[in-house]
């Protein structure tokens, strides 16, 4: 056998299947791993007329595009290596002649090269000096290759989702850009490959969109702000305007002209009933009021189903904070949710944010911290993995209205929504719950029969309730959790009566290259056989980095070899000796 005739065996048995394959699992690595939204169940009433969940949220978070910052300590100039090492004799020597900014004269230009052609320590020096310089231009091209790449890898994470899965809406949950201290100018140039490269086809979210947004369903506008489907929320994060310490006007200006606001609220109004729905009549339709008390209405007067995106800088709500205005600004954006919300079960929220919930130490890879500057540095927060234990409750009352202190399991098990954070790049699933522990008194009772002298058992007061959480994996091992660490419900009986009360909170994995390019899919219906609001949420990814790296490498290996072995062909049928037979016997030509 050949080399020529190896070689295409190799090709064509190993090398094009091995690209082929690997080609279409990188781009259609959604259809591999069986990705997609949720869809509502066989016995769910949505009124859409489709399978589909009328809202889908393409969920991405920390991309963390870096830039000039990272080749600064590559970017060493040729002619600053080439001083030290061509100037450090002549200094040594003393006899350096130049003005006094150190440039060199012409004779002493032409001194200095004479001794470095007949000084051999000198010329070694230089050689150093070039050697070093090559090294630090290897580092540097590595670099700039490496962020072009990347740059490529989370374009190709955004496309690949964006295009299989069909969302009717798009998030970025913080940390677009890698420094909040860059420059302006490099501020400008991420921003650029952000919607040049990364996301490109994107659109940044307008004050007017979010004013005409009123949405009805498959993403569909009804009012005049146009298909989301393209639309890019960005949440703010604290690589792209610091924490509550150093956050300042100007950081949040810069990032609010290139990416869009970082406080609003869309409403999203669920699809109808469809034609001859009949409410259940076994569940109640109440509502409570502001005195605390409940009230039941007729179906046809409670407000339509309504749900509420809130895109929130949590990064300005503790304290203490540089900027106070910023926070205000994060205030007012609570207020369009507080104006708008009523107690009705027909009203969700999803909550779009950069720093996660309080939650308890272990539960996910960050655990609750907060740092400060030194007080003649202003005092404020310098570093932060959660929100405070105070802010955390604060939102989970004034946003999703829990607890609800209802008597009605029905309305106790409702979804109020979803959060939906980024931060921590490792990403978290829990589930935050209203812990209530059981009234001694009321466990006990009274069993003593009449006549019989009571004892008095001594027992600890009832701890208050609290808000705490568990991961979240289901509701049955959930349930079970909860029972052992003592969330009952109102009256405390753990057999007729348990609460399942809570919020999910899922804070996404970061979709760079070393997290494996991951993609959360969220979608949400109104469940009209139980009138209320259903949240999904489920991940999709590609794999580290190396693989796109290696698939594209392989293809073009592929791609060379092809060329190669069809010129050799090509070359050697034009170039071969032919041999003739003209007769038997006769001379081969």
């Known amino acids: 056998m050949g080399i020529k005739t190896f070689l295409i065996k190799v090709h064509l048995s190993v090398l ?83 003005d006094g900014d150190g440039m060199m004269s012409v004779v002493a230009t032409i001194k200095a090269f004479t001794r470095a052609v007949l000084d051999r320590d000198h010329l070694r020096d230089v050689g150093n000096g070039y050697l070093e310089e090559l090294k630090l231009s290897m580092k540097y091209l590595q670099k700039k290759v490496d962020l072009w790449g990347n740059d490529l890898y989370l374009a190709h994470v955004y496309r690949t989702m964006h295009w299989y899965t069909n969302p009717t809406h798009v998030v970025v949950l913080g940390d677009l850009v890698g420094s909040q201290w860059i420059s302006d100018d490099e501020f400008l140039r991420r921003g650029r490959r952000f919607w040049d490269v990364i996301f490109r086809g994107g659109v940044k979210v307008t004050p007017e969109d979010v004013y005409n947004h009123e949405v009805s369903e498959g993403g569909k506008d009804g009012g005049g702000g146009g298909d989301w489907t393209h639309r890019i929320m960005n949440v703010v994060g604290n690589h792209d305007v610091g924490y509550a310490g150093d956050m300042t006007r100007e950081r949040i200006d810069r990032f609010e002209d290139m990416f869009g606001q970082v406080n609003y609220m869309l409403t999203i109004h669920a699809p109808g009933p469809p034609e001859g729905y009949t409410p259940n009549a076994t569940l109640t339709n109440k509502i409570t009021t502001a005195q605390g008390g409940e009230e039941v209405i007729d179906p046809d007067e409670l407000i339509p189903p309504v749900l509420r995106i809130l895109l929130l800088n949590s990064l300005s709500l503790d304290t203490p904070i540089k900027d106070q205005s910023i926070a205000t600004d994060s205030y007012d954006g609570i207020n369009l949710v507080l104006k708008n919300r009523t107690m009705s079960p027909l009203q969700a929220t999803i909550l779009l944010t950069h720093l996660p919930f309080h939650k308890p130490e272990g539960i996910c890879a960050d655990g609750p911290f907060i740092d400060y500057f030194p007080a003649w540095d202003g005092g404020g927060i310098r570093e932060q993995n959660h929100l405070s234990e105070t802010t955390s409750q604060m939102l989970l009352g004034w946003l999703f209205a829990l607890p609800t202190n209802s008597d009605d399991m029905h309305e106790r098990k409702r979804e109020k929504g979803i959060i939906l954070t980024g931060h921590d790049h490792v990403g978290c699933d829990i589930w935050h719950f209203y812990r209530r522990f059981p009234d001694p008194e009321e466990e006990n009772g009274d069993d003593e029969e009449e006549g019989e002298e009571s004892t008095i058992i001594p027992t600890l007061p009832r701890p208050e309730p609290e808000w705490t959480a568990v991961n979240y994996i289901n509701k049955d091992t959930m349930m079970n959790a909860m029972k052992s660490s003592g969330a009952f419900g109102k009256h405390f009986n753990a057999s007729t009566d348990f609460v399942f009360e809570g919020l999910r909170e899922v804070t996404v994995r970061s979709m760079m290259g070393e997290f494996g390019g991951n993609a959360g899919l969220v979608s949400a219906w109104f469940d009209w056989s139980q009138r209320t609001w259903r949240f999904k949420y489920t991940t999709c990814s590609l794999g580290i980095q190396h693989i796109w790296w290696a698939v594209h490498v392989v293809d073009l290996i592929a791609a060379i070899t092809s060329l190669v072995l069809t010129l050799w062909h090509v070359l050697s049928l034009v170039f071969s000796t032919t041999k003739v037979v003209v007769g038997p016997g006769k001379k081969e030509q």
Not at 24 to 51: D, M, N, R
Not at 63 to 83: H, M, N, Y
């Open 16 to 98: 094009l299947p091995l690209a082929f394959l690997s080609t279409v699992y990188l781009y259609l690595y959604p259809v591999w791993h069986k990705c997609g939204f949720e869809a509502p169940g066989p016995k769910e009433i949505t009124g859409s007329g489709t399978k589909e969940a009328p809202f889908r949220l393409l969920t991405l978070a920390d991309p963390q595009i870096e830039g000039d910052s990272s080749l600064r300590k590559f970017a060493r100039t040729r002619t600053e290596i080439k001083w030290k090492h061509f100037r450090r004799r002549e200094d040594e020597e003393g006899d350096g002649e130049g």
